[in-house]
C-alpha cells in the first residue's frame, strides 16, 4: 500500500492551501483516514481525522479553518486549508487504517511521506 501526498507549497498568511492524498495498492477497505503534521522541532501531531461513515475530528489550533473529506471510491483523502498561519507551517502527512484483503481480520496502518506546507510572508 502506498499512500501518496501532494498538494504543499509556499503559501502567505491569511492564504489557503489544498492538499490531496492518493491510496494505492492492496486496499479492500479503507477505514479511519487522517492528517497529522510535524513542525521543525516538535513532535507529530494529528491535525484531523475522518471516519469511514464521515465523522470527523479537528485539533483545536485547526477548527474553523481546516476542512477534511475524503472520496471512498477514489481512495482519495483531502485537506483544505484556509486562513493560514505561519503556524501552520509543518510537514503533513497522511494517515489511514486499512484492510489489504477481505479476509483480513485486522487492519494495518500506514503513512505517507510527506508533503512540506511552508506560511511565510
Known amino acids: 500500500v502506498q499512500l501518496q501526498a501532494s498538494g504543499g507549497g509556499l503559501v502567505q498568511p491569511g492564504g489557503s492551501l489544498s492538499l490531496s492524498c492518493a491510496a494505492s495498492?492492496?486496499?479492500?477497505?479503507?477505514?479511519?483516514m487522517a492528517w497529522y503534521r510535524q513542525a521543525p522541532g516538535k513532535q507529530r501531531e494529528s491535525v484531523a481525522t475522518i471516519t469511514r461513515s464521515g465523522n470527523t475530528n479537528y485539533a483545536d489550533s485547526v477548527k474553523g479553518r481546516f476542512t477534511i473529506s475524503r472520496d471512498g471510491a477514489k481512495k482519495m483523502l483531502y485537506l483544505q486549508m484556509n486562513s493560514l498561519k505561519p503556524e501552520d507551517t509543518a510537514v503533513y502527512y497522511c494517515?489511514?487504517?486499512?484492510?489489504?484483503?477481505?479476509?483480513?481480520?485486522?487492519?494495518?496502518?500506514?503513512w505517507g511521506q510527506g508533503t512540506l506546507v511552508t506560511v511565510s510572508s
Open positions: 494517515n489511514a487504517d486499512i484492510n489489504n484483503y477481505y479476509y483480513s481480520a485486522t487492519s494495518v496502518n500506514y
Open positions: 495498492g492492496n486496499i479492500f477497505r479503507i477505514n479511519t
